[in-house]
């Protein structure tokens, strides 16, 4: 499965958030990320939009997390950002009403959704994470560490 651009942009826009914990000028994340800035606009207006972040105005202004990193997760941001998501376009194929095929793939997205449903931005956003390292060295789930504190 691979995600949109405009949901990997928008992911990484809010790791930069929750890292820093302030405030970021759009023009300044895309000339960090080397992205179109009027890709990244779209993109911050999509979050904005979505409630996950905040548009400020003025000279310090720029756009914010609206709630904690904690509360977010990754689950969450890409269904939003990724309309319509499906693996197949089973609508117009001629073996549309005599294929268990479809329902595999709606299966595989839900496992690949609940995945994501399990890490919050906070545990994404960790800083010193090589990317692709071992699932040894990534954040313990959210599901795991509310069982350990219970």
């Known amino acids: 499965m691979q995600l949109t651009q405009h949901t990997d942009f928008g992911l990484r826009l809010l790791v930069v958030l929750a890292r820093d914990g302030g405030s970021i000028s759009l023009p300044t994340f895309s ?4 992205l179109s800035y009027h890709h ?3 993109v911050a207006q ?3 939009s979505a409630g996950f972040a905040v ?8 756009i914010a997390l609206a709630r904690p990193a904690a509360q977010i997760t990754v689950g969450e941001v890409v269904r939003t950002l990724e309309k319509g998501m499906r693996l197949a376009d089973c609508a117009t194929c001629a073996l ?3 294929c268990a095929l479809s329902g595999v793939l709606a299966e595989a997205l839900e496992a690949f959704l609940a995945v994501l449903d399990r890490y919050t931005l ?5 800083e010193g994470v090589p990317a692709f390292a ?3 060295m990534l954040p313990q789930p959210i599901s795991c560490a509310i069982s350990e504190a219970s």
């Open 55 to 62: 548009s400020r105005r003025g000279r310090s202004g720029g």
């Open 134 to 136: 071992p699932w040894a």
């Open 122 to 126: 906070a545990a994404v956003s960790r």
């Open 31 to 34: 000339a960090q990320q080397g």
């Open 40 to 42: 990244v606009a779209k």
């Open 96 to 98: 549309r009403t005599d």
């Open 46 to 48: 999509a979050l904005v």
